[in-house]
């Protein structure tokens, strides 16, 4: 269940506000670095907000520029503590060269990486021309997650918790085009599926196997309103599943066929397919990863293809498009070792669902 994953997302507003005239925790201002060409040591040009903020600093925020080097480059944050009645910090990131469109889901990330550390209240985002609202938002959610269900007994209370970690409510601020407010709520929905997907691919393979990946798929479609079916391996089989079968048989968990599918609310006039791999640990079975190099220790990430399709399905049912049905397939199971009836070894002759017949070089 997400509420047990992960420390609460903060809330997220559009508001008019001028940077210079905001009051809360966090300011972060969006700097362009100097175009390509430009001669070593120029300064950073502040640009209109950024002058207006100097201003009402006196001056530091010129100052600390000057004294960090601070030079814009895509990716680049620094943090200026300023400790007054109105603003407690400002967090200077870097967008790359006027000459080119920034990468905003990048910067978004890095202002969130600079922010993860702030303990609870506000953090507005003073946003400049041309900025993607959908894009900078994505990258805030997604550099703010943190996945804390793995945290160790030894890690203090408060981390494992998340308790406090990063702003409680984000703002951003300027003058918008319509269709914004939107395009915020639409990247929520994007970063949602996409962290769900990453805190899968996270988790061990004795927490992410074949029935628990099923079960949270039932659970997600009974969340957002999608219709979930669920096919034991006796029901695979009589669809002619062999293929899937007799990897599955190599593990004593069951394997799962998992179908998702999203009915938008009218005519859909089109049918659009995700298919996922959802091999939740390949040990390499009888051919095995062993040996320096091999990575089996790393071998849980070989459902990363079905943790994807799940993420997508969380975007999708929070997005509901109007025309389009979509379905979600994940065929799930583990690659292991085994002496059970029909599970795979090398030289096996195995017949696919459009009967095809495979000779098995290698597991």
């Excluded at 210079?20 to 640009?47: C, I, Q, T, Y």
């Excluded at 900078?136 to 703010?144: K, W």
């Excluded at 002619?240 to 006039?269: D, Q, W």
């Excluded at 199971?333 to 000779?359: F, H, Q, Y």
């Amino acid at each position: 269940h997400p509420e047990h994953r992960t420390a609460k997302e903060p809330k997220v507003e559009l508001t008019p506000t001028k940077p210079d005239a905001w009051r809360g925790g966090s300011l972060v201002l969006f700097f362009r670095g100097a175009p390509e060409g430009a001669e070593e040591g120029a300064k950073l040009e502040l640009g209109r907000i950024g002058e207006s903020i100097d201003q009402a600093l006196g001056g530091a925020l010129r100052a600390f520029v000057d004294d960090e080097d601070f030079d814009g480059k895509a990716g680049a944050a620094k943090t200026l503590q300023v400790f007054s009645k109105d603003v407690k910090r400002v967090v200077l990131v870097g967008v790359g060269p006027p000459d080119k469109d920034p990468d905003w889901r990048l910067a978004g990330a890095t202002a969130a990486g600079a922010l993860k550390g702030v303990k609870g209240g506000s953090a507005g985002f003073a946003c400049i021309d041309g900025v993607q609202v959908q894009d900078l938002v994505e990258g805030i959610f997604m550099g703010l997650h943190a996945d804390l269900r793995f945290r160790g007994t030894k890690t203090p209370e408060k981390e494992r918790t998340g308790e406090g970690k990063g702003p409680s409510s984000l703002e951003l601020l300027g003058a918008f085009p319509p269709g914004s407010a939107a395009a915020a709520e639409k990247a929520q929905a994007v970063a949602s599926g996409v962290n769900f997907a990453r805190e899968l691919v996270n988790a061990p393979a004795n927490v992410v196997n074949p029935p628990n990946m099923a079960e949270a798929a039932s659970d997600l479609a009974a969340r957002y309103g999608l219709k979930c079916t669920l096919l034991d391996e006796a029901e695979c089989e009589a669809m002619g599943m062999g293929c899937f079968l007799a990897v599955g048989r190599c593990s004593n968990l069951p394997s799962k066929l998992i179908h998702l599918t999203y009915t938008p609310p009218g005519e859909a006039s089109r049918k659009v397919g995700i298919v996922g791999k959802g091999l939740t640990f390949d040990s390499g079975g009888y051919n095995l990863k062993a040996g320096a190099g091999s990575m089996i220790e790393m071998m849980k990430f070989d459902m990363g293809g079905a943790a994807a399709t799940l993420g997508a399905a969380a975007a999708v049912a929070q997005l509901k498009p109007t025309d389009v049905e979509v379905h979600f397939v994940i065929a799930t199971c583990e690659n292991m070792i085994s002496g059970n009836p029909g599970s795979l070894r090398p030289g096996d002759i195995i017949t696919a669902m459009d009967g095809t017949t495979v000779e098995v070089n290698n597991t």
